[in-house]
């Protein structure tokens, strides 16, 4: 089983289409997946189940060991594809973890998923908390969304900076650059120079587009709702490259 995380410090970044996007098509490559929405917003139930979004269940049962993690998935939300939607009670999952766990709480939590899940991805919310902590410990890989616009690229430097000073592993951290608009000089000139800004290669730059807003609207992944688009191509060469990462290195 390995583990993938969508997470970037920055609020509204496209973290939740890329995780949801990126959960689709691993299981359309026969992979058994499983998203886990970590934001108590529950973004991830709008973007995957439309007008029903599937509901959530309080947290405390799973961290206290009443409820097996088992009873929080929603299965075959698509064939392969496994959900654990978010709760509002997600808010008090750092309060929580320390608490019930110390230290290795969501490393627990996930390892009875092992024997049948092959990838999991945490969508996470836009925070720098315990929860963070363990998640980017936690996960084999962390994929950062990065607009082009200096705030974004100074918000990814600061996110290395964490994970090195916490040794949590830099070399996990892998930016692809979201919400690009090429008519912008800046996001022009930041792509054109992706290596030198980032300090290495951006696994793929989605582009703005009004297909990856309606997602919402619909409830559907990109590659289901307007698999032509040039966002949906960058999405599978995400996803082309987050598999080169996890299994091909
Ligand atoms: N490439 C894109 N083009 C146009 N709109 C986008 C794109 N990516 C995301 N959006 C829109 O921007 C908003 C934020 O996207 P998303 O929820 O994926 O970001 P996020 O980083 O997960 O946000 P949060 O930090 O709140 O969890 C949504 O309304 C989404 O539809
Ligand atoms: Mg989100």
Redesign the pocket.
């Known amino acids: 089983m390995r583990i993938i995380a ?1 997470y ?1 410090p ?10 949801v996007n990126t959960a689709y098509l691993a299981s359309r490559d026969n992979l058994r997946t499983l998203l886990w929405d970590l ?1 108590p ?1 529950g ?1 991830s139930s709008f973007y995957l189940a439309g007008a029903e979004p599937v509901k959530g269940r309080k947290l405390s049962k799973l961290l206290e060991g009443k409820s097996p993690i088992a009873r929080f998935i929603h299965e075959d939300v698509y064939p392969n594809l496994d959900f654990i939607p978010a709760h509002s009670s997600f808010r008090n999952f750092d309060i929580k973890l320390e608490q019930e766990h110390g230290g290795s709480a969501l490393k627990d939590l996930l390892a009875p998923l092992s024997e049948d899940t092959s990838l999991v991805i945490l ?1 996470c ?2 925070t720098l908390s315990r929860l963070t902590e363990q998640v980017l410990d936690v996960a084999d890989m962390v994929y950062v ?1 990065v607009v082009p616009t200096w705030l974004s690229l100074n918000s990814w430097d600061q996110l290395k900076q964490f994970v090195k000073d916490k040794k949590l592993g830099v070399k996990k951290l892998r930016p692809f650059f ?3 608009d090429r008519r912008k000089n800046l996001h022009r000139d930041v792509l054109a120079r992706d290596a030198e800004k980032l300090g290495l290669p951006a696994l793929a730059a ?5 297909a ?2 309606r ?2 609207e619909e409830g559907q992944p990109l590659e289901v709702l307007a698999p032509g688009s040039l ?1 949906a191509g960058e999405f599978r060469k995400l996803w082309s490259g987050i598999k080169t990462d996890l299994w091909s290195r």
Do not use: I, L
């Open positions: 969508f970037s920055k609020g509204g970044v496209g973290k939740t289409a890329a995780a934001d917003q973004a969508d919310p836009p969304p979201s919400m690009v989605v582009p703005y587009a009004s990856v807003e997602m919402g966002a």
